[in-house]
């Protein structure tokens, strides 16, 4: 796969940065996400990463990384680096236990958190990343087990999502708003659903606007002017469809409490 040219700019900033404050640290590193799905959209798609670590985190190495993080973002604003940094031994014991990494998106250190071989990410990562540096993903000894990465994803639509719907229909919350001026807000909640309701069905995944094409395939007639919708907004399109932002709010929600029921059915 031929990289994106702002792409390939962001990494060599970042490698060199790397190799400046932390030589010697990086065991491997693995693009997955929206790169790998050929979907990705400067200005619209972060660029996901794992990076695998040689040794465990010191303190003071991820102060470094905060910086190398935060003048990233801000040098390159339009291509936000949504990484996590795991160390090798951990990540060879993911088949028994979930591993720790540091995690940080948008040029800020979230966390520590936990990844899970029965996850989305994991999943992505084996399966779809691409090795920038380091063997290949596939080699990576841990299995997924679908039927515990479907439960997830069902638990993911009833307190994620479902609550999202639920504050965006509360009047009058910014998110009931938001629905209303903001075409990201409605591409996020239907094709975000559909990307789920794909995977469930498919056992893989796929990019967003995949997924609303998908759906357009599978659900009944009435919610392709939302999914025309959605892809055209995802695809950068802010031409809209509708000629009220009322229906189309209405559209979008009505077409979320269906596809989480048909994903919680399944």
Known sequence: MTMPEQVQTVLDQYFARMNKDLPGLLEAFYLFGSISLASFQEGVSDLDFAAVTCRPLTEQEVKVLERIHFDLEKSRPKISLDGRYIWKADLESIEDQDCPYYYFNSGRLVGLERLSKNSVDAFQLKHYGMAIIGPSPQTFGYTIDWDVLTRNMKLNLEHYWLNWKRRAEKFPSLPYFGMLMK????????????????????????????????????????????????????????????????????????????????????
């Open 183 to 266: 075409g990201w807000m409605i591409e996020w909640g239907v094709l975000g659903v559909s990307r789920i309701y794909y995977s469930i069905k498919e056992r893989d995944l796929i990019s967003k606007s995949g997924a609303g094409q998908y759906a357009m395939r599978h659900v009944p007639a009435r919610w392709q002017p939302i999914l025309r919708e959605s892809i055209r907004l995802r695809e950068g399109n802010s031409k809209s469809l509708y000629l009220n932002v009322f229906k189309r709010r209405q559209d979008a929600l009505a077409y979320m409490d269906y596809m989480i029921k048909e994903c919680l059915n399944e």
